[in-house]
């Protein structure tokens, strides 16, 4: 999503006021090299920012940049180093001027080691040793800024955001709903069953902006976890029936697509055409989450379908068993594929970045938990040692996103790329919404992640203008801070510019749900413990509460209580900033913009729509609503093809 191809020129974030400072610059290489494919430029450390600029040998359309160096203590590790990024070309030469401006100042830095350079199309790799010392110059390096004070404090649910989401008639809810089922097998000429259209824009639709006339594997499975929650609460024989067959239709789509011949790194295919063939242009590839969120998909459709009559035959032969029934049971054949490649780095959910990213483990664990579980139930112990061993080797590497000097858990743990230097990223809640296996792995209320949700909602209070036009709506409700994918974003819907980047309605949708989530699951716990690491959450999210580091606040406490009203408020004020920057016929695109909030980017993304529903799910079950699901799924939808 976003689809900015690995390669295609991104912008570079620098820190304010930076260019104001006496900077220092060292420069290694003053005019265009005569040979070499990789040779640094130069370099400055000022103000707490690591600039620099290389020279790269334009060899092959997907390229990545990277420079290593050593932190404060003198130690290399994958957080010390940075990516750079396209600037531009070199008259008269095949160079490219490829560069970086990164806050380092957390970490610290001694001497600049190596910069490498990745052809990734040809699995060419060059690099020049540097060695050279690093002096500060500029203003002294900043300290890690704490949160700021809340600039609101909502109270509890609210009636416009629960008519909003409501599954009457008119809501958002019914109109998310129809909008993602047109999408899942759509009447596009050459569609075959079983695929989901990530959006309507591409040459069979009217919207040209982007070209998203394809099937995702991310966003396909995420859809139809939503039509498989549907199905699980639907009690009408009719519904029932459409939403199992769409399921089956999927698994089928899913095993066509692993046997495509022409696959060029396995199952981390990113996308396909809608006639299920494989698409072979350059893009980011592999993308390692895919198998991982089909299979959770399609095994919570197996637990599903048994639970409601189901033969086990079907599910082996239309699900699990790849062995015997390759051409029509995808489940395995995605299990064993994340067992033997979760090691591996791939591109993240942004289609952005390859390395080692929070959201693909998390999906991946889920998928290796559940999975073990799965295939013992199956009487198959062998795929169930492997795939338990693999979850339990996840597991090992999980604490590794956890930066205690940022006081965030890292959406990556590698080079800072893109200018991300914030480490702040949606993938992060969306990571524990599609891979939290219910085990105490990195749940809702877990401390670092409680203490990574308040730095990143916040760090976009300063990016978008149309926060700082309105932060209520018309009856003077608080409206929640819009929220994009991360605050360095450049992407604006069908290309990159500085300042380019837009909130986006799926990443909004996301926060709203996940503090709806951590709301239900402090209740259910029935007491929550304020930590050093969490109290920044419950400081910024429900300050009226007053609560102590070190202390437990049990479930008939006055501070519990005004905690989970707060953090049902907050959920519901993110919710009304969906509300208020939607277009009157209901419609969501891929973004709303910085500065206007009218729709932007992909029309009708599916994953919009689909975060809508989920989110609403998940408010209902806060509420302990629990015939909501079962209303809706119980209208069944229209057959698009």
């Known amino acids: 999503m976003g689809r900015i191809q690995a390669g295609v020129a991104v912008g570079v974030v620098l ?45 092959a359309y997907n390229k990545k940049v990277t420079l290593y160096y050593t932190n404060a203590q003198g130690q290399a590790t994958p957080l010390t180093s940075i990516g750079l990024g396209y600037d531009s070309s070199v008259s008269s030469s095949n160079y490219e001027l490829w560069t970086s401006s990164t806050p380092v100042y957390i970490d610290g830095i001694q001497q600049l080691l190596n910069i490498t350079y990745d052809v990734v199309d040809n699995n060419q790799v060059y690099s020049q040793q540097l060695n050279q010392t690093v002096v500060a110059s500029g203003k002294p390096a900043p300290t890690l800024p704490s949160p700021p004070k809340p600039y609101a404090t909502p109270k509890g649910f609210s009636d416009d955001i629960t008519n909003f989401l409501d599954n009457a008639a008119g809501s958002q809810v019914r109109a998310s709903f129809t909008k993602m089922f047109r999408n899942i097998n759509p009447a596009v000429a050459g569609a075959v069953d079983g695929v989901v259209v990530a959006g309507r824009s591409g040459p069979s639709f009217e919207s040209h902006v982007t070209d998203y006339e394809y099937d995702w594997v991310r966003d396909s499975s995420l859809t139809m976890e939503v039509v498989q929650q549907l199905y699980d609460a639907s009690s009408k024989a009719g519904a029932t029936t459409q939403y199992q067959n769409a399921l089956f239709k999927y698994a089928a789509a899913r095993a066509t697509e692993q046997n495509d011949p022409n696959l060029q790194t396995g199952l981390g295919e990113p996308k396909f055409y809608l006639n299920n063939t494989i698409f072979e242009k350059p893009w980011g590839r592999p993308q390692n989450d895919g198998p991982a969120t089909a299979a959770i998909t399609l095994m919570e459709f197996a637990d599903s379908y048994l639970k409601k009559g189901g033969n086990t035959t079907a599910v082996l032969q239309k699900i699990y068993d790849s062995m015997n029934y390759p051409k029509t049971a995808p489940l395995k054949k995605d299990l064993l594929f994340v067992a033997s490649n979760w090691t591996s780095s791939s591109f993240d959910l942004w289609e952005e970045e390859s390395s080692d990213h929070f959201y693909t483990r998390m999906v991946q664990r889920k998928a290796l938990v559940l999975g073990a579980k799965f295939a013992k139930r199956f009487n198959d112990s062998q795929t169930a040692s492997t795939l338990q061993s693999a979850a339990d080797a996840i597991s090992s590497t999980m604490s590794q996103f956890w930066d205690v000097g940022r006081q965030i858990v890292l959406y990556e743990y590698g080079p800072v790329l893109l200018g991300k230097s914030s480490y702040l990223d949606a993938a992060v809640p969306l990571g524990v919404i599609h891979g939290y296996a219910g085990d105490g792995v990195y749940s809702y209320t877990n401390e670092q992640l409680l203490s990574t949700m308040v730095r990143y909602t916040t760090s976009f209070i300063n990016v978008y203008p149309i926060f700082n036009k309105t932060q209520k709506d018309s009856s003077g409700q608080t409206l929640g801070v819009p929220i994009g994918r991360y605050p360095e974003d450049v992407y604006n819907g069908s290309a990159t510019e500085a300042n380019g980047g837009n909130p986006w309605y799926l990443t909004t949708a996301a926060v709203s749900q996940y503090l709806y989530a951590a709301s239900a699951e402090f209740t259910s716990a029935g007491k929550l413990t304020v930590t050093n690491t969490s109290k920044s959450f419950f400081d910024y999210f429900a300050p009226d509460a007053g609560v102590n580091i070190g202390q437990t606040y049990q479930h008939n406490s006055t501070q519990f209580n005004s905690v989970i009203d707060s953090v049902n408020g907050w959920g519901d004020a993110f919710m009304r900033t969906i509300k208020y920057y939607t277009p009157s016929d209901q419609s969501l695109t891929e973004e709303f913009d910085r500065d206007n909030g009218t729709p932007q980017g992909c029309a009708d993304l599916t994953w919009s729509y689909a975060s809508i529903l989920t989110s609403a799910f998940q408010r209902a079950k806060t509420r302990n609503n629990k015939k909501f699901v079962q209303g809706l799924a119980n209208l069944g939808y229209t057959e698009n093809s």
Request: with cysteine.
């Open 15 to 59: 820190l304010s006021g930076v260019y104001a400072q006496s900077c220092n610059t060292t420069t290694l290489q003053a005019s265009t090299p005569s040979s070499g494919n990789v040779v640094l430029k130069d370099f400055s450390y000022c103000g707490g920012t690591l600039n620099t600029s290389a020279y790269i040998n334009n060899l």
